[in-house]
């Protein structure tokens, strides 16, 4: 079984910067797709980024484009996403997921994560 435990959500002023970090147990999570998702109040669970396992290539939804980067050090199973010039709008739940072992395309829907984070919080105040 896999357990998926993000940290390092906060308050933060506009314009300013958070790292999620996402630790990983109970299995090595090399071969599988990571991805960020993030559900503000009364929304949807939308998709944020995902990072594939195969040459590490990466997807971003467009809103976080230029602004968030998804990485992965797989010798600590560790996934993150550095965010920055965040914005009011980027106010949600950050949950990070798993999809795996050797999924070769990177879904975007939650319902095609195999695991799950409990969520971290990240407000920006303005």
């Known amino acids: 079984q896999v357990q998926l435990v993000e940290s390092g959500g906060g308050l933060v002023q506009v314009g300013g910067s958070l790292r999620l970090s996402c630790a990983a147990s109970g299995r090595t999570l090399s071969r599988y797709v990571m991805g960020w998702f993030r559900q503000a109040p009364e929304k949807e669970r939308e998709f944020v980024a995902a990072?594939?396992?195969?040459?590490?290539?990466?997807v971003y939804t467009d809103s976080v484009k230029g602004r968030f980067t998804i990485s992965r050090e797989n010798a600590k199973n560790t996934l993150y996403l550095q965010m920055n010039s965040l914005k009011p709008e980027d106010t949600a739940v950050y949950y990070c997921a798993a999809k795996g072992p050797d999924t070769i395309v990177v879904p975007r829907r939650p319902r095609e994560y195999d695991y799950w984070g409990q969520g971290t919080q990240v407000t920006v105040s303005s």
């Open positions: 990072i594939s396992w195969i040459g590490g290539s990466t």
